[in-house]
């Protein structure tokens, strides 16, 4: 599977970006991509998890991004969203999306990571 993240920029506080991250392939009779999470890594940081969707659509966040981000998947399309709003300096870092797979005819589980986007907050 790969991932292809989007939309990353630069943007002053308060202001708002729209993330995507698109998969080679999602879901067929044989294969799931089933949990999607973004995860960020700022400077001199570990990479954290800023929100989670999962095949059934449950969702969750971290706390430092409840009420201002939103994430959402559209299997039709193979994509997942991160609508990101009222940002802060401090939710400048590397974005990446990453998919949790399990195929079917293997059984195998696998993990996989999109190139990262670059979000930059200006104070």
């Known amino acids: 599977v790969q991932l292809q993240a989007s939309g990353g920029g630069l943007v002053q506080a308060g202001g708002s970006l729209r993330l995507s991250c698109r998969a080679s392939r999602m879901i067929s009779s044989t294969f799931w991509a089933t949990d999607f999470g973004w995860y960020r890594q700022a400077p001199g940081k570990q990479r954290e998890l800023v929100a989670g969707v999962s095949r059934d659509d449950s969702k969750d966040y971290g706390d430092s991004v409840k009420g201002r981000f939103t994430i959402s998947r559209n299997n039709a399309k193979s994509a997942v969203y991160l609508q990101m709003s009222n940002l802060k300096p401090e939710d400048t870092a590397v974005y990446y999306c990453?998919?949790?797979?399990?195929?079917?005819?293997?059984?195998?589980?696998?993990?996989?990571w999109g190139q990262g986007t670059l979000v930059t907050v200006s104070s």
């Open positions: 990453e998919t949790d797979t399990i195929d079917f005819t293997s059984m195998v589980v696998a993990r996989y």
